[in-house]
């Protein structure tokens, strides 16, 4: 199976987890999906390195890596809120797959819905604060839903059938962004907060996923596997001038911007077996390794 395609990803780490118990030992340590917090002081993401999917925060050099998460359970997807006091994420502690919100020091941890297993990540705060975006059900057949960060006001966005998922808000609120599968092909589009006004950004035949908005809100990161293999690009919020950033045989995944816009951090498995975190300038320059697949 593979873990490039963003739907394979939970899939992949639950065979992961079986297999760290095997007698054939250890898989390779993977940190990826990374975010930086709202200041840029620290980058949230998502490791295997303690033996199950934790969430984890370094500073933005990559030292000093702490556990938030410190559960036996799946945790992943997580999310800074905009004032960098909380921490969105999914969980299956609970007995299925469910959003839940934490402090940004890893205390406090609340479970906000109750979907009985379908909740999926990557989720998305909206810039004020009050709401999360996420998405739920199947992992080809999943919807984007909205709810208050209390955990009440739940709304459902998207309601055609297929994929519709990894939401991520405009920096002024009036949109989210996010993949849907339309024909069996899976691409970039944007929608209102209330679901109205969906737009298809991306055409390509080949996978376009994980979009996120620049922090002026002019431009998309994504990666997509159109080149042969999955690298990140970008393109202006209008689905034009698309440019490819990596240039790699392996894969470059998940990119997200610093909170000043002149960075991008991504995962990467040119470093060897696992993924890890590298940065880059926003244009696609200066690539540095932020972690080793091995943290000793």
């Known amino acids: 199976m593979s873990c490039q395609s963003w739907w394979a990803v939970i899939l992949c780490i639950a065979a ?3 297999a760290m118990g095997s007698a054939a030992g250890q898989p390779p340590v993977s940190n ?23 969430l984890y925060a370094v500073d933005a050099d990559g030292a000093g890596p702490v556990n938030l998460t410190r ?10 809120s905009p004032a960098g006091d909380r921490i969105a994420f999914v969980s299956s502690r609970s007995g299925s797959t469910e959003l ?12 906000l819905t109750k979907d009985a297993g379908a909740s999926t990540a990557p989720v998305a705060w909206s810039p004020d604060g009050r709401r999360i975006a996420y998405s739920s059900g199947p992992h080809r057949d999943s919807d984007i839903y909205v709810i208050d960060a209390d955990g009440s006001g739940r709304r459902r966005l998207t309601t055609e059938p297929g994929l519709d998922a990894s939401p991520a808000w405009s920096p002024d609120g009036s949109r989210i962004a996010y993949v849907a ?12 907060p209330d679901g109205a006004a969906r737009t298809r950004l991306t055409t390509h035949p080949e996978e376009d996923s994980r979009p996120q908005w620049s922090p002026d809100g002019r431009r998309i990161v994504f990666d997509s596997n159109r080149a042969g293999n999955f690298e990140i690009y970008v393109m202006q919020v209008d689905g034009s001038e698309v440019r ?7 894969a470059d995944l998940a990119p997200s911007w610093s909170p000043d816009g002149r960075r991008i951090v991504f995962a990467s498995r040119r470093g060897g077996q696992g993924d890890d ?20």
């Open 100 to 111: 839940f919100v934490m402090r940004a020091d890893g205390t406090d941890q609340r479970q």
């Open 32 to 54: 990826r999906d990374a975010r930086f917090s709202p200041d840029g002081a620290r980058i949230l993401f998502l490791t295997n390195r303690d033996g199950n999917p934790e």
């Open 244 to 250: 490819r950033l990596t240039h790699h045989p392996a």
């Open 71 to 80: 559960h036996q359970a799946l945790d992943i997807g997580g999310s800074w």
């Open 181 to 192: 599968s339309r024909g069996g092909n899976v691409d970039v589009y944007v929608m209102n």
């Open 277 to 296: 975190l590298y940065v880059m300038s926003a244009d696609g320059s200066d690539i540095r390794r932020l972690t080793t697949g091995d943290p000793q």
């Open 16 to 18: 992961s987890l079986s």
